[in-house]
């Protein structure tokens, strides 16, 4: 099967940290930019950073720089969100995909298209 697969949301607290993973299945995310999304209660969608399938680059939105980090484990084939000094607003339902188009093709972050691929999403809550 091809497939990603979220784990590791759940419930925080403010300053808190958690790591989200992705895993892969059917795929070698080797081949993929790795892009982060989010999307709060009410709100549109949002991307919160990638990686270029090189790990020549790499971009956060604003609101996580310096506190969000992107990476893969390619012996795992897997991918990882690392999430520091959380924030109530970072509450949303996280998704993780992978886009085989090279980031001189198309803009970073862009959202796949229909060769790329999509986890479920998953829940993380920042709350007191």
């Known amino acids: 099967q091809v497939q990603l697969v979220e784990s590791g949301g759940g419930l925080v607290q403010p300053g808190g940290s958690l790591r989200l993973s992705c895993a892969a299945s059917g795929v070698t995310l080797d081949y993929y930019n790795i892009v982060w999304f989010r999307q709060a209660p009410g709100k549109g969608r949002e991307g919160v950073g990638c990686i270029s399938k090189s790990d020549e680059s790499s971009y956060y939105t604003d609101s996580v720089k310096g506190r969000f980090s992107i990476s893969r484990d390619s012996a795992k084939n897997m991918a990882y969100l690392q999430m520091n000094n959380l924030k109530a607003e970072d509450t949303a339902i996280y998704f993780c995909?992978?886009?085989?188009?090279?980031?001189?093709?198309?803009?970073?972050?862009?959202?796949?298209?229909?060769?790329?691929?999509w986890g479920q999403g998953i829940q993380v809550t920042v709350s007191s």
């Open positions: 995909a992978a886009d085989p188009r090279a980031y001189t093709i198309v803009a970073m972050c862009s959202i796949p298209g229909d060769t790329g691929l």
